[in-house]
């Protein structure tokens, strides 16, 4: 069974100072999984069980989280009259949704793991953890080694783009993988840091990620100058 911790943090430039960095780090750990989240639940078809808890942050004088960050500074979008009641129920739906995977949800197959730059493949008992660069706006692209150059009808088929096997893990074993981008939209820039932890174990508990050895490290930081 693959436990997963995905914590993601947005800020802009305002908070790209020491101070916003220190209040940052302390987002980037792993925590306890908590009562509300049901830790029951039926053997998925490929024979193992993946557990994916998402924590979206948005730093913004202060760090928030995803669904606090809406509910005060945002609005449903509403374009007309006719549309409002249709945009209300889209917007309580998407809300619904953040806060049941801040909670922790379980899914069948490791193909259900959405997670950008982040591939996983069940081996038997063990996971393959598979990191690639993102594009498309994202900053710095990290090019070289890319394992599925050739592999036909992927979409990193005849690329440059960095793309690879951060690690494999084994049953008992743990794994945390680390990347940043800074992106340019028509809002502006703004950069992002993923923290991702990854571990293999028979039941999943409470305290699985807070106590687990994360023997493997896989880092893709880079200085988003």
């Known amino acids: 069974m693959l436990a997963i911790q995905y914590i993601r943090i947005f800020w802009r430039k305002e908070n790209r100072t020491p101070a916003g960095a220190v209040a940052r780090r302390e987002y980037f750990k792993p925590i306890g999984i908590e009562n509300e989240a049901q830790l029951e639940s039926a053997e998925s078809d490929s024979g193992g069980e993946i557990f994916l808890q998402k924590r979206w942050?948005?730093?913004?004088?202060?760090?928030?989280?995803?669904?606090?960050?809406?509910?005060?500074?945002?609005?449903?979008?509403?374009?007309?009259?006719?549309?409002?009641?249709?945009?209300?129920?889209?917007?309580?739906?998407?809300?619904?949704?953040?806060?049941?995977?801040?909670?922790?949800v379980f899914l069948s197959d490791v193909k259900d793991v959405d997670i950008p730059g982040i591939e996983i493949k069940l081996l038997d008992e063990e996971y393959e953890i598979i990191w690639y660069s993102l594009e498309k706006g994202y900053q710095p692209v990290r090019t070289g080694y890319n394992q599925k150059y050739h592999v036909k009808g992927s979409t990193a088929q005849g690329k440059r783009l960095k793309c690879e096997t951060a690690f494999v893990l084994k049953k008992g074993e743990a794994g945390v993988v680390k990347y940043n981008y800074r992106y340019t939209s028509y809002s502006g820039q703004h950069y992002e840091q993923f923290c991702i932890y990854f571990v293999n174990v028979d039941e999943i508990r409470r305290d699985s990620f807070v106590k687990a050895d994360y023997g493997k490290v896989y880092d893709e930081m880079v200085d988003l100058f």
């Open 57 to 104: 942050y948005i730093q913004s004088d202060k760090i928030y989280p995803y669904s606090e960050y809406n509910i005060l500074f945002r609005t449903p979008p509403i374009k007309t009259y006719e549309l409002r009641e249709e945009s209300l129920r889209k917007y309580l739906m998407e809300q619904n949704r953040r806060e049941k995977e801040d909670r922790g």
